[in-house]
């Protein structure tokens, strides 16, 4: 009985010690087709599918239902979408008309609803609570993801409308954030999102491209103030909320600093690589194969919010730092890093496929809207680039 | 042996059925997504885990038992 007993444990740890290891083989796939900027991978093209057909072709439920959990996701599952068709635009341009039709019913869309609610129909309902310090109020989290929207579609084929579009918004962008103490603009009131300022300075680099224009001096001045002042002290990495006057409200969060990183890079490349670095060290791991990011730094502690998404204690994995964690992996070509990230998606994520669409069942429209994104992402950056040269 | 075989193999057809109906929607509860029942989708989600990371450990666990089995006899 007792050498029963020991011959089943002894197996029960071999058999552990020989399949978790490799679990992650089940699910790993090489994700090199995401790396090159022509042509569209299959997962893209899947993710895109649906997108297409929850904001453009299906019924409103899901749509109605994610702006009930929150204006802020029913504006990101459009703006990536956005950004992503004009990726794919770049990537495929046999087909640039078809992306850019789609990209346009979402602009159009999203602009008819900002007009007929007002920006805040887009924030979450504590915007109630004081009023913006900046007059008249605006946030720079609606005004920058629009003008990004407008950037990338000039930057794919440019056109008059978007120009004059654009040109509103980047004003606006530019008078906001110049006057403020610390060249930040207010995302709520009284608070102003490192994520949401970074978006903005990236569309406005883009523009500068399209346009001939310089705000080079006001993102020098911003990345020098957030040098100086909105980095935590511990990691060097950018704090995620802060007061207008520069106060900090909250320090670095994955669920933020991913897509700083990403929006700087095109901005301040050699600043946002060094980003990239002291982010993966501080929040990036890997367990038997499968790639993770954690919403804070271990020395650094924050509390879980909508950013965050679910966070699993002790390793402190977060859902938003993770999938946001593949957005900036893929803008510095960390094809390692990246194919963990995804191997666990496909582990734990639950996608589901069906007639051609792909969505994760453990996410929602925003969350597959990113994934999108980190999919489709290189081509625009490199544009800019290339036309900054 | 049986007992490792017979767990292994249970949370694989517990799966299936639950997959059958539909259950694997509601893995949505994660995210805060709206789903039809979070209670479902933990079931789900418990399930789905204890198939794909437990039951192979228990299978082979059982394999490597029944590979004992068969070699003792020569060894004594």
Same mark, same amino acid.
């Given at each position: 009985m007792l050498r029963q007993a020991l011959r089943t444990a002894v197996a029960l740890?071999?058999?552990?010690?020989?399949?978790?290891?490799?679990?992650? @083989?089940?699910?790993?796939? =090489?994700?090199?087709?995401?790396?090159?900027?022509?042509? %569209?991978?299959?997962?893209?093209s899947e993710?895109?599918?649906r997108q297409i057909q929850t904001l453009l072709g299906g019924p409103t439920s899901e749509l109605g239902a994610q702006h009930q959990a929150s204006g802020e996701w029913d504006f990101m599952g459009r703006t990536y979408v956005a950004w992503s068709l004009a990726n794919m635009a770049l990537r495929d341009p046999q087909a640039k008309a078809s992306y850019l039709e789609k990209m346009d019913k979402i602009i159009s869309e999203t602009l008819a609803v900002e007009k007929d609610n007002g920006f805040q129909y887009f924030l979450l309902p504590y915007w109630r609570a004081r009023p913006f310090v900046a007059n008249p109020p605006r946030s720079i989290f609606v005004d920058g993801e629009i003008a990004l929207m407008l950037a990338l579609r000039r930057l794919v084929d440019d056109n008059p409308e978007d120009k004059r579009a654009?040109?509103?918004?980047?004003?606006? %962008?530019?008078?906001?954030?110049?006057?403020?103490?610390?060249?930040?603009?207010?995302?709520?009131?009284?608070?102003?999102?490192?994520?949401? =300022?970074?978006?903005?300075?990236?569309? @406005?680099?883009?523009?500068?491209?399209?346009?001939g224009t310089d705000h080079s001096p006001l993102a020098r001045r911003w990345i020098e103030t957030a040098k100086a002042k909105l980095t935590d002290a511990k990691t060097g990495l950018l704090v995620s909320r802060y007061a207008y006057d520069g106060t900090v409200m909250e320090g670095p969060e994955g669920s933020t600093l991913w897509m700083v990183i990403h929006a700087l890079a095109v901005v301040d490349p050699a600043f946002a690589r060094d980003q990239y670095e002291k982010a993966k060290s501080e929040l990036a791991g890997s367990i038997l194969g499968f790639g993770y990011a954690a919403e804070w730094p271990a020395e650094a502690k924050g509390h879980a919010d909508i950013d965050s998404g679910p966070v699993i204690p002790l @390793?402190?994995?977060?859902?938003?730092?993770?999938?946001?964690?593949?957005?900036?992996?893929?803008?510095?070509?960390?094809?390692p890093y990246f194919t963990k990230l995804v191997t666990t998606l496909d582990f734990a994520a639950f996608p589901i496929r069906e007639r051609g669409t792909l969505r994760y069942a453990a996410g929602n429209q925003v969350g597959d809207a990113v994934?999108?994104?980190?999919?489709?992402?290189?081509p625009a950056w490199h544009e800019v680039e290339r036309r900054k040269r | 042996m049986k007992v490792l075989l017979a767990l292994g193999i249970l949370p694989w057809v517990v799966l299936g059925v639950l997959h059958l109906f539909g259950l694997r929607n509601d893995a949505g509860?994660?995210?805060?997504?709206?789903?039809?029942?979070?209670?479902?989708?933990? /079931?789900? /989600?418990?399930?789905?885990?204890?198939?794909?990371?437990?039951?192979?450990?228990?299978?082979?666990?059982?394999a490597l038992i029944a590979l004992t089995k068969r070699l003792a006899p020569r060894a004594s």
């Open positions: 740890l071999v058999a552990t010690l020989v399949w978790l290891p490799s679990l992650h @083989l089940f699910f790993a796939r =090489n994700q090199h087709d995401a790396f090159v900027d022509r042509g %569209i991978a299959p997962r893209t993710l895109a599918a654009l040109e509103e918004r980047v004003s606006v %962008i530019t008078e906001r954030m110049s006057s403020g103490p610390v060249a930040s603009a207010e995302s709520y009131p009284d608070e102003c999102w490192t994520f949401c =300022n970074a978006v903005a300075l990236a569309a @406005l680099t883009v523009s500068d491209v399209l346009d @390793l402190d994995v977060s859902a938003g730092s993770s999938g946001l964690a593949l957005v900036a992996a893929k803008t510095f070509d960390d094809e994934l999108l994104y980190a999919m489709a992402l290189g | 509860f994660l995210s805060g997504a709206p789903v039809q029942s979070a209670t479902a989708g933990g /079931v789900y /989600v418990l399930t789905y885990f204890a198939a794909v990371v437990v039951a192979p450990v228990l299978l082979l666990a059982a």
